[in-house]
């Protein structure tokens, strides 16, 4: 059985369903908004910071040519390149400026103009320079996780940001070329300014919210992310994917970077040399976790709300489930007392705004009133029904019973004298005689008809059972009684009723209803047919069939055969007297035996088929 639920519970259910599942949409789309709304401005952040450091990474050559420009040549060159804040400052013929490995001082040599960008220093021209610029430059490289795969463990070149600026005579010819540069390798003070004039100097857990790296080819060359043992994580290298698309297909790479242990929202860019090759990277990266715990803090503070509208729904939810539920459990009660016999039962209005709940308290009150009112009018129609009936019964039995007697009288009388026991009759007188006698006959048995009827009716049906057998005491008898019946009309009587079979049963009722079956084969069977006769034990019960040649009874007519005073409606009923209370009165005693009794159609009969308790 379905588990039931009080109004009150199911409304209060069915509205924290409903404050449950908005919520949970609400926070969902909240967290969506929040997520993606920040970490959609942290990423566009990145490609701005990144813009700003490429813009930071250039000024820095030209800041390196505007010093060369405004510089007093004829100094010393240590001192120049001290004052000029340059890692290497050299000052060269042309013949050997145009023999130099620079790409860019070649240029300046040959154009006469001044030329600046970035350049590679392979390991033969960095191992010509002084030792402390070498030391700066080799960087030993680390295992990196999701690094390409690779046996270099060393780095033993260099990155630089270079310019050239040739000198020129009074002709215009170029007689001598000067040059300078920074080499990028460990160079710490160029990516703090770069993080500094672009992030600030914000830090998160003693992390740098945002990190400048420059890689040479995918190995970091200059970095302020950290390592985790704090120090500047110089040797690492790029990822696989990261290196593909920037320095393999010149692409900006922008997404979640996991740089060190932590995630980073991060933007790639590839740094040309001054002949447009690809030869390193410029990152820039946010630090995700201070926006993650911002995020965490807004989704926080948006859950608070949402639980706070939660509760408040649901306390406005438990006082309509309550102000709904209370009066319809006042008037469950009201029903209850009602069905218990207390009508007019009247129920007070409830405190409750909704009008509906006052019109149906009403409606309720004038149901109650309106059942009382009927069932006095019913009780007052009840005892003069009883009445009616008790005087219906008393008529009936006194009118069988008093027929009952004069009946018994005047058949004898005419049997007596039919069969001249008062005297010899004509052959006239005799067949009026025998008319009389059928119709004494059919008046006889429709007394008895009234009189078990009368029975019935007063619920005096008892039943007192006995033993008997079902053939001899009961069938047999019946098919003696109606025996003059089935002769006249040359009707077959074929018993297969067991001689030795025996029911518990009221005998005399039994006679009734044995009586009824017999007598209605012999009227409604067809001359000359047959009159079958069938009980089958069948263990706890006994099932009789009294089977009869004859025209099938039509669905129509089956189903008024057991009613009371009911006839069936075929051409044999005008020939058939007959009250239409045996079969009734048969179903009623089969009934009362704890059986049942029903009609099955043959081909060319009908069979009454009853069965009733073996003991």
Not at 358 to 365: D, K, S, W
Request: glycine letters at 6%.
């Amino acid at each position: 059985m379905k588990k039931t639920r009080t109004l009150k519970n199911q409304i209060l259910i069915s509205f924290a369903i409903v404050i449950a599942v908005l919520g949970v949409c609400t926070f969902a789309l909240g967290y969506y908004v929040v997520k993606t709304d920040i970490f959609a401005r942290i990423q566009s952040e990145a490609d701005r910071s990144l813009d700003s450091a490429m813009t930071v990474y250039e000024e820095e050559i030209r800041r390196i040519g505007m010093s060369l420009e405004i510089a007093d040549l004829n100094g010393s060159i240590a001192e120049l390149r001290e004052k000029m804040r340059l890692h290497y400052f050299y000052r060269f013929p042309v013949e050997q400026a145009l023999a130099h490995p620079s790409e860019l001082v070649r240029r300046a040599a040959q154009q006469g103009e001044p030329t600046g960008g970035t350049r590679l220093i392979d390991s033969v021209e960095l191992a010509q320079m002084r030792e402390d610029i070498r030391l700066q430059a080799y960087i030993a490289i680390k295992p990196t996780a999701k690094a390409r795969s690779t046996q270099q463990l060393l780095l033993d070149s260099a990155m630089a940001k270079e310019y050239a600026l040739p000198l020129k005579d009074a002709a215009g010819a170029v007689v001598e070329v000067v040059f300078g540069g920074r080499i990028v390798n460990r160079d710490d003070e160029f990516v703090d300014r770069i993080r500094h004039l672009v992030f600030g100097d914000a830090t998160y857990q003693g992390l740098p919210v945002g990190t400048v790296t420059i890689f040479l080819d995918d190995v970091r060359i200059s970095t302020n992310v950290v390592d985790e043992s704090g120090q500047r994580a110089i040797g690492t290298r790029v990822s696989e994917a990261v290196y593909n698309e920037v320095v393999e297909h010149g692409r900006r790479w922008r997404d979640r970077a996991l740089v060190v242990g932590h995630w980073y929202k991060a933007a790639y860019e590839p740094i040309y040399s001054f002949d447009d090759t690809i030869i390193g990277i410029l990152y820039v990266g946010i630090l995700e976790e201070p926006f993650q715990a911002r995020a965490a803090r807004v989704l926080l503070a948006f859950l608070a709300v949402i639980l706070l509208a939660s509760v408040i729904a649901f306390v406005l939810a438990f006082i309509l489930a309550g102000s709904v539920s209370r009066p319809l459990t006042l008037m469950l009660d009201g029903t209850q007392k009602l069905s218990y016999g207390d009508l007019g039962h009247l129920i007070m209005p409830p405190h409750s705004t909704i009008e509906e709940m006052h019109r149906l308290a009403h409606a309720f009150n004038d149901m109650s009133v309106r059942l009382e009112e009927r069932e006095v009018r019913l009780q007052e129609n009840h005892q003069k029904l009883e009445e009616l009936n008790k005087s219906y019964l008393d008529l009936l039995g006194f009118v069988a019973h008093e027929l009952k007697g004069l009946l018994a009288s005047a058949i004898m009388n005419a049997y007596s004298l039919r069969d001249g026991f008062l005297g010899m009759i004509n052959f006239k007188q005799k067949r009026a005689v025998d008319s009389i006698c059928r119709n004494l006959d059919f008046l006889s048995a429709t007394v008895i008809k009234f009189l078990n009827l009368s029975r019935i009716e007063r619920d005096n049906l008892e039943v007192n059972k006995t033993h008997f057998k079902l053939w001899g005491d009961v069938f047999g008898h019946a098919v003696q009684t109606f025996s003059k019946q089935i002769n006249d009309r040359q009707m077959k009587v074929v018993n297969e009723i067991d001689p030795e079979l025996t029911v518990a049963a009221d005998q005399d009722l039994m006679m009734i209803v044995a009586n009824n079956l017999v007598s209605n084969a012999a009227k409604y069977g067809v001359d000359g047919g047959r009159i079958v006769l069938h009980a089958a034990d069948e263990g706890e019960r006994v099932s009789v069939e009294v089977y009869n040649d004859g025209r099938p009874i039509s669905p129509e007519n089956q189903a008024r055969l057991f009613k009371k005073f009911s006839r069936l409606n075929v051409p044999e009923k005008k020939k058939v007297k007959g009250t239409g209370l045996g079969l009734y009165i048969t179903r009623q005693i089969i009934e009362a035996h704890g059986g049942r009794i029903d009609v099955e159609t043959k081909d060319n009969g009908n069979s009454f088929i009853f069965q009733i308790r073996k003991e």
